[in-house]
C-alpha cells in the first residue's frame, strides 16, 4: 500500500505560483499507473486537476486549470510536481495527490486509490 504525502502549499497572491509535490512515505510512486492531482474546497467536493502516466508521462488538464497548471513526475526523486501559475482566489483549496487506476480525459471521472492527506493552497485577491 502506499502512502503520499502532498507539500508545497501555503498563502499565495493572485497571479502568483506555486509548486506542489507529491511524495511516497510508503511504496514507490512510479508503480501506479497514473498519478493524479485534485482538490476540495467548500464551493466543489472533489474536482480533478491534472493526471500523469506512468507509460508515456502524457498528461490531462481540467478545463479550469489548462495553460495555468503543469505536471511533471521525476522518477530518481520519487517525486510529481504540480506548477501552478497566474493562481486565482478560485483556486484557493486542498490539494491531494493521488494514484489514478482509469487514465483518461474525464477529469470528473477518474478513480482514486489512495491519496495523501492534502496540502492548503490560499489564494488573497
Known amino acids: 500500500q502506499v502512502q503520499l504525502v502532498e507539500s508545497g502549499g501555503g498563502l499565495v497572491e493572485s497571479g502568483g505560483s506555486l509548486r506542489l509535490s507529491c511524495t511516497a512515505s510508503?511504496?514507490?510512486?512510479?508503480?501506479?499507473?497514473?498519478i493524479g492531482w485534485f482538490r476540495r474546497s467548500p464551493k466543489k467536493e472533489r474536482e480533478g486537476l491534472s493526471c500523469?502516466?506512468?507509460?508515456?508521462?502524457?498528461?490531462y488538464y481540467g478545463e479550469s486549470v489548462k495553460g495555468r497548471f503543469t505536471i511533471s513526475r521525476d522518477s530518481s526523486r520519487n517525486t510529481v510536481y504540480l506548477q501552478m501559475n497566474s493562481l486565482l482566489p478560485e483556486d484557493t483549496a486542498t490539494y491531494h495527490c493521488?494514484?489514478?487506476?482509469?487514465?483518461?480525459?474525464?477529469?470528473?471521472?477518474?478513480?482514486?486509490?489512495?491519496w495523501g492527506p492534502g496540502t492548503q493552497v490560499t489564494v488573497s485577491s
Open positions: 493521488a494514484t489514478v487506476t482509469n487514465f483518461h480525459s474525464a477529469t470528473d471521472h477518474w478513480i482514486y486509490g489512495y
Open positions: 510508503r511504496g514507490s510512486l512510479m508503480d501506479a499507473y497514473a
Open positions: 500523469i502516466s506512468r507509460i508515456d508521462d502524457s498528461t
